[in-house]
């Protein structure tokens, strides 16, 4: 793993920001009239980046990054608005929440050494539990 990593308050920060956004997330899911059967069947959808790992850990970790940095969901997101697209804005809330949710639980974008390994520290035992 790396050296560095986030730790102590500015980790915690950062948790609290992701449930932060994450609830911003399901106010805007609220907004775009939106069945919340469809905000629970694609809530787990960005985790299909962890299949990478079935390659090796170098794939797994930069398909895993792909899908858990806002880039994509932001590009959804203005895509929302310049197109005045509910759609849009339903995957791209769907999306921020997932990575907020992760956030918040302290999952974080992964070094290509392990699965376990992350910007956020490494993954506790109970966080190797909650994420198999």
Known sequence: MQDSF????PRMLLRIEGLAYA???VIGYAQSGYSWWAFAALLLAPDLGMLGYF???QI?????????TL?????????AL????T???ALGAIWHTHIGIDRALGFGLKYATSFHDTHLGRLTARAQLMSS
Not at 6 to 9: T, Y
Not at 60 to 68: E, F, I, Q, R
Not at 71 to 79: E, K
């Open 55 to 57: 390659i090796n850990a």
């Open 60 to 68: 797994g970790a930069a398909t895993y990054n792909l899908v858990h």
């Open 6 to 9: 986030v730790s102590g308050g």
């Open 87 to 89: 759609l849009l804005l």
């Open 82 to 85: 310049l197109f005045a697209n």
């Open 71 to 79: 880039i994509l969901p932001i590009a959804l997101l203005l895509g």
């Open 23 to 25: 609830a911003l997330a």
